[in-house]
């Protein structure tokens, strides 16, 4: 964004050596840029700007798409997460599986988002490395010894895998409408690469063939959420190198941080010395109001018990990276710590922080009390991942009640959403964040309850 424009970009893919016919944006056109090519499907990218007001938007292929631009007075962010499920996504009927993303559509054409922020499992990948002989056991059988070619042919079947997922769940109503007129901002998760990536064992991570899931995950990442490559990767991003995919995005009186939480983790770590330098680098000099996006639930209950309990248990050992990937775990306490203090810090410098997370197919908040006032944490899961069993919703209730301060002075509590009497809420879910003049306020819309009354952030 500049002090007249918003500068976008629209990706769409299309069959044979044409070029598309030109995006039409406030009367200007916009020629089709070729990314890659990928098992003969062409990936191509607009790079338009539309001019900042309450009258905006672009035509292509016969249909115009209005676009709310008028940034600088009320402000209306919608923020999604898990938008699949691990088994058997592509499957589901559309209608079931579309259904919050038309409530939303809906929402949207009532009172217009003016941008829509994915904070992670944007696509369920996890199929992707079915149907390969060097991928179908993933990751219980990793094999020790790949000659080149077999690798070559397992990225063929990779890139048509990540190709062909990201082309059906983009095509589902709601999504479709939603993402062609509501500017997207979106950072990855696991299942954006593969269930557990990171928290997996080392040797599974950093063999050939997991290397190669990655790679294939993270060309698909840029293409797909970001209609970029890895040209583009210093412009887009905080680290040039693209070691880690963190990014910042400013507008007017609200600062978007997003921490790239899987490109460096390992089971020891969340972020490697790339991402810390690099969110280190820019939550200084931050607006008034920070978004911090974090794809895993930055405030949550004392898993470590959780852990214990299920490590001692062999049958309940699979789920060891489920609770790996959390910042809770005993393994990250630290890092947490860290990243607590780094909110707490621009607190204290007069920013206002608001986190965002999604992943645990829950909706509920919490806050980070202490400080010059509380810091609040919105966790809406998941968009069209259905919801876990109340059961479940109310054991992690029951463990939030145990209660967690990882820094003195600095409880955090968990309360149920407005309206509701649990402390998690076990219904598909979005986020709404709204600015009104000075103030900022979040509703859920449940799948079956509703939406909630306003919470005051």
């Not at 500017?183 to 080392?202: K, Y």
């Not at 993270?218 to 905080?238: C, K, S, Y």
């Not at 898993?303 to 062999?314: D, F, G, W």
């Not at 990937?325 to 707490?344: C, F, I, N, P, T």
């Amino acid at each position: 964004m500049d002090d007249t424009h918003l500068h976008l970009a629209a990706i769409v893919t299309g069959q044979g050596p044409n070029q598309p016919d030109p995006l039409i944006a406030d009367g200007i056109e916009a020629a089709a840029e070729l990314l890659t090519e990928i098992d003969e499907t062409r990936i191509w990218r607009y790079s338009f700007a539309l001019e900042r007001g309450p009258n905006s938007g672009y035509r292509f292929g016969g249909e115009y798409h209005p676009v709310a631009t008028d940034f600088d007075g009320d402000l209306r962010i919608g923020f999604v997460s898990c938008n699949g499920e691990e088994n058997g996504d592509l499957d589901r009927d559309g209608a079931e599986r579309n259904a919050m993303w038309m409530c939303m559509d809906e929402t949207h054409h009532a009172n217009p988002f003016h941008l829509l922020i994915h904070g992670g499992d944007q696509v369920y990948a996890d199929e992707v490395t079915h149907g390969h002989p060097l991928t179908e056991e993933w990751p219980e059988d990793v094999p020790e010894r790949v000659t080149d070619e077999a690798l070559d042919d397992l990225r063929g079947h990779l890139r048509c895998g990540f190709l062909h997922r990201y082309i059906k769940t983009y095509s589902g109503d709601g999504f479709a409408r939603m993402c062609a007129q509501v500017p997207s901002v979106m950072m990855w998760d696991d299942h954006d690469i593969c269930d557990g990536w990171g928290s997996l064992d080392a040797d599974k991570l950093e063999s050939s063939v997991g290397r190669l899931i990655f790679e294939c995950a993270r060309e698909a990442f840029l293409l797909f959420q970001h209609g970029a490559t890895d040209a583009d990767v210093p412009e887009l991003f905080l680290d040039p190198t693209g070691t880690t995919l963190s990014f910042r995005r400013d507008l007017p009186g609200v600062t978007l941080l997003a921490p790239d939480l899987r490109s460096e983790r390992t089971k020891a770590r969340i972020m490697g010395e790339a991402g810390w330098a690099a969110f280190d680098s820019v939550r200084q000099k931050v607006s008034d109001r920070v978004i911090l996006i974090s794809s895993v639930p930055l405030l949550g209950p004392r898993l470590s018990i959780v852990e214990r309990i299920m490590n001692a248990i062999p049958t309940m050992q699979k789920y060891e990276d489920d609770l790996r990937d959390q910042w809770q775990s005993h393994a990250h306490r630290s890092e947490w710590q860290r990243m607590l203090r780094a909110v707490l810090d621009m607190e204290n410098a007069g920013a206002e922080v608001t986190a965002v997370s999604g992943e645990i197919h829950l909706a509920t908040r919490a806050t980070l009390e202490g400080g010059r006032r509380p810091v609040h944490q919105l966790v809406a899961s998941g968009i069209s991942h259905r919801a876990p069993p109340r059961a479940w919703a109310w054991a992690l209730g029951t463990f939030a009640r145990l209660g967690e301060a990882p820094l003195p002075g600095h409880p955090i509590r968990i309360s149920p959403l407005p309206g509701q009497g649990t402390n998690y809420t076990a219904e598909r879910n979005f986020l709404m964040i709204d600015r009104q003049g000075a103030s900022w306020q979040a509703r859920w819309s449940l799948e079956d309850s509703g939406v909630t009354p306003s919470l005051s952030i």
